[in-house]
């Protein structure tokens, strides 16, 4: 399950990356090649970085959960 969380996450980070540039055409169109990618990889960086912590909240909001109803 955890690796599909991961595959998950990759995906979604490169959907929306994508979208990203997509919906940037106009602005990314006047740099360099490099500085392009540069800004792509670090996009997707972020996202994914976002992602992964989002996950780690919600896993560790429903831990919490489940701890509460257990003692009850």
Excluded: C, P
């Excluded at 990356?17 to 360099?32: R, V």
């Excluded at 500085?35 to 996950?55: N, Y």
């Amino acid at each position: 399950m955890k690796t599909w969380s991961i595959i998950k996450n990759l995906i979604l980070a490169t959907a929306i990356t994508l979208l990203y540039a997509i919906w940037s055409k106009e602005g990314l169109k006047d740099l360099s090649a490099i500085h392009l990618w540069a800004i792509l990889i670090l996009v997707w960086a972020l996202i994914v970085h976002l992602i992964f912590l989002a996950d780690s909240q919600i896993k560790k909001l429903h831990d919490e959960r489940k701890k509460r109803r257990v003692r009850k």
